[in-house]
């Protein structure tokens, strides 16, 4: 009996788990919900960080190594644009930048951010359902001792560098969950909570109202962004240290232990798993760094097994 | 003594005099100045046609078999855009694409059309001074059987196909030359009418408040932009025939015979010498298809000893 599972991400790890999961299971009973506090304007182009690199993973598009942008890519568009004197700290694709381009047109004529991510769904072969958390915009604001900024210009103009004091979802309260989300969690399974970062990229879904509601009755599972004690990518370690806590897979169970039934964590951190059974959380311990398309499926499949005992074990 | 040259200007081949003019003159007394009724906004971009095509060829970066856009192009965005099912009856390339990106960032940042033509000949390497008509929009609209469309939808999208049937220039009235315009033309010793269409590149240009009024006193010489009957590039035949008049390059200079004191014809239309005369214009024929480099530069040459002799003859 296949499960329905409902996926929370924000960025480059997350999208590797969501195509695992969408690999070990019938894609089309997974959900995505993606994060879009990143999202902003540039140069004139509605710019989707998470739902892109989602979306490109899905379709197998995305650079391998980067993480972010897509494989086969060229960069005369922002050569160019550094020729000219325009911003290049951002860096946009010649190729991806068709993306934003039709996005920013399709929002301009009055489709949603949900019709416009279904769209490129379906025009890129994704089988899997892929949501934005919200179609309303919610901007993430880094409170740092340089002050506050929009999380593109923290996270790339300024190379996560800024040490952080807090964070902001402006809009969230306003905003409501894409159509579709309150839906797919109430029928899921399983929810599962990617390795991404909880700061910033699972906060801002879990902080749309009705979201973390819904969640309470589902029986919800996380793997940990933490290995040992560095974020495989990002700033996620970091802003533990700078929040006051250890970076550590406890650490980052303990932000969720509200939710969790279920954590998943690397063999070299097998460790903490007392102390983590100790918030209330089973643990599942396992080689949880993605290297490569097998890992991806391998640690989807293994989620997927996971849930399967916190269910029996909750008589679900 | 070096001539002050001002050239009113439009496409492709009025770019390709224009750079004739500056390889014949020190290009720092050359002003040409350029219509911009074909301007639009596509896909949050402000893309002004007949500017970039001046700007690329002066500062030799222009295709030299198409005539607009650059030279080492590539098209990696518009293939993706038509995948995601984007417009792409436009044809932007990556570099290109810079460009209006750029533009677009400058002009919403409070900078008018001028400095950033401005500042982009500065950094491209041009030295003659180019300047758009005016700084304010003016909309050139074809007046066709198919209903009143904007230019480049006539242009480019229906491929000039629509009967014409008049042109209207929204906003000119309202509009007022950009600043150097006049005091250019004022300063002048010889005015080149650029083989341009004189229906939508030229006629713009001269209906922008001012303008028209100023070039009275000077000499001005035009290059017809049709030979034979035929325009090198473009509508201009089929717009003098679908308004009445024959295609030849004496009903180009009847378009402007209240302005002209000289006419440049090629030698296939010498036999239409002795009419154009009739015109009260001075007639100096030659070869003026622009194949290649060279032949700008002599038709530049040819212009400028012709403006001389006009002068003479009237004893500036």
């Known amino acids: 009996m296949a499960l329905k599972v409902v996926a ?54 995305a650079d391998p190594r980067r993480g972010w942008g897509r494989a086969d890519e060229t960069w005369h568009f922002l050569e160019e644009l550094g020729r000219l004197g325009g911003p290049v700290w951002f860096r946009l694709g010649d190729r991806d930048l068709a993306l934003h381009a039709e996005r920013t ?8 951010l949900s019709e416009v991510t279904q769209h490129f769904c379906q025009i890129l072969g994704v089988e899997a359902r892929v949501l934005p958390m919200s179609d309303q915009p919610v ?36 905003s409501s969950p894409a159509p579709g989300v309150l839906q797919a969690i109430q029928a899921a399974d399983l929810v599962v909570l990617c390795p991404s970062n909880p700061w910033v990229s699972l906060d801002p879904i879990l902080a749309v109202p009705g979201i973390r509601e819904a969640l309470h009755p589902r029986p919800v599972l996380g793997v940990s962004p933490i290995i040992g004690n560095q974020a495989v990518k990002g700033p996620a370690a970091k802003m533990f240290l700078e929040m006051g806590m250890e970076p550590t897979a406890y650490s ?20 903490l798993e007392e102390r983590i059974t100790e918030l209330g959380v089973q643990v599942w311990v396992s080689d949880i760094l ?21 269910r029996s074990m909750e008589g679900m």
């Open 290 to 310: 993605m290297v490569d398309d097998r890992d991806r499926r391998r640690l989807g499949a293994e989620a997927l097994r996971f849930g399967a005992e916190l």
């Open 8 to 61: 929370l991400a924000g960025g480059v790890g997350g999208a590797k788990l969501a195509d695992g999961l969408a690999q070990a299971m019938p894609a089309r009973d997974l959900t995505i919900v993606v994060n879009t506090g990143d999202d902003f304007d540039h140069l004139g182009l509605r710019i989707c960080p998470d739902l892109d690199t989602m979306v490109y993973t899905l379709a197998g598009l």
């Open 139 to 174: 901007e993430t604001k880094v409170m740092t001792e340089d002050g506050r900024m929009p999380f593109e210009e923290y996270f790339v103009a300024r190379k996560w560098k800024p040490v952080v004091k807090g964070f902001l979802f402006e809009g969230v309260e306003a």
């Open 105 to 112: 047109r399709r929002l301009g004529s009055g489709e949603t």
């Open 252 to 271: 980052a169970a303990a932000h969720f232990r509200d939710l969790l039934q279920g954590w998943v964590i690397d063999n070299q951190d097998g460790h």
